[in-house]
C-alpha cells in the first residue's frame, strides 16, 4: 500500500533549466508535505516542506506546489544546478495522536544536471 | 552540535548472526525514527520511539526485529537471525519534543548479511 508515490524514478535536465520532480498521494489525512534530498552513502536532509492549508511555498530556487484537490504536489528547481545532482523523495506527515507524527516516504526519483 | 549519529557506518554479519544498529539523536532530540531503504526502494518506516517507550512499531516485521530507546544511552535497533533480505541501509532519525516536521537523519548504516 503506497500512500506516497513518484512514478519517475529518474529525470534528466540541463544546467540552467528547469527540473520539476513530482509526487503523488492518495490519504487525504497529510498534513504535511516534505521534500528530502540525499546524495550517495549520506541520509536524507530537509529540503523544503508545505502545510496542506498552503498551495505553494518557496525558498531561494526551490518551489513547492501542493494541488489537494488532484492529491498531487511538485518540486521545481529553478534554475538546475550540477550539485542539485541527487535523488530527490517527497514525504508526507500524518498525525499519530496530535501531538506527534511520522513521515511516509516516496521512492525517490534520481535528478541528474547535465553541465 | 552534533547531529544524528550512528554506528557503525558499515557492518557485516553472517547469515544466523545478530545485528545491532545504534542511533545518537540531535541533542535536545527526544524523538527517534528507524526507516530502512531496501536496494532500489524508498525509505520504509520502521519504528517511531521517545525515551523508554515506543510510541509506533507498525513498520517493524513481526519477528527477529526490535528496537529500544533507554533513559540513558543510544537507541538499538536489533536483528537476531539474520537473512539475505535483511540487507539494507538503515536510517534514523530524530526530532525535538512534540511535531516536528523536518526530521534530522543519520548517515545510515549499511547492514550485509554474507
Known amino acids: 500500500d503506497q500512500q506516497v508515490k513518484q512514478n519517475s524514478p529518474s529525470l534528466s535536465v540541463q544546467e540552467g533549466r528547469i527540473s520539476i520532480l513530482n509526487c503523488d498521494y492518495t490519504?487525504?489525512?497529510?498534513?504535511?508535505f516534505l521534500w528530502y534530498k540525499k546524495y550517495p552513502a549520506e541520509g536524507p536532509t530537509f529540503l523544503i516542506s508545505?502545510?496542506?492549508?498552503?498551495d505553494k511555498n518557496e525558498d531561494g530556487r526551490f518551489t513547492v506546489f501542493l494541488n489537494k484537490s488532484a492529491k498531487h504536489l511538485s518540486l521545481h528547481i529553478v534554475p538546475s544546478q550540477p550539485g542539485d545532482s541527487a535523488v530527490y523523495f517527497c514525504?508526507?506527515?500524518?498525525?499519530?495522536?496530535?501531538?506527534?507524527?511520522?513521515?511516509?516516504f516516496g521512492t525517490g526519483t534520481l535528478l541528474a544536471v547535465q553541465p | 552540535n552534533a547531529g544524528v549519529m550512528q554506528n557503525p557506518r558499515h557492518l557485516v554479519r553472517r547469515r544466523g548472526q545478530e545485528a545491532r544498529l545504534r542511533c545518537s539523536p540531535m541533542?535536545?532530540?527526544?524523538?527517534v525514527y528507524w526507516y530502512r531503504q531496501l536496494p532500489e526502494e524508498g525509505l520504509k518506516f520502521m519504528v517511531y520511539?521517545?525515551?523508554?517507550?515506543?510510541?509506533?512499531e507498525s513498520g517493524m516485521p513481526k519477528e527477529r526485529f526490535s528496537a529500544e530507546f533507554p533513559k540513558e544511552g543510544p537507541s538499538i535497533l536489533r536483528i537476531q537471525q539474520v537473512v539475505r533480505g535483511d540487507s539494507a541501509a538503515y536510517f534514523c532519525?530524530?526530532?525535538?519534543?512534540?511535531?516536528?516536521?523536518?526530521?534530522?537523519f543519520g548517515s545510515g548504516t549499511r547492514l550485509t548479511v554474507v
Open positions: 490519504n487525504s489525512m497529510f498534513d504535511y
Open positions: 514525504a508526507a506527515s500524518v498525525s499519530l495522536d496530535g501531538a506527534t507524527n511520522k513521515l511516509i
Open positions: 508545505i502545510s496542506s492549508i498552503k
Open positions: 541533542k535536545g532530540h527526544s524523538h
Open positions: 532519525a530524530s526530532s525535538p519534543v512534540g511535531v516536528d516536521y523536518g526530521y534530522t
Open positions: 520511539l521517545q525515551k523508554e517507550n515506543i510510541i509506533d
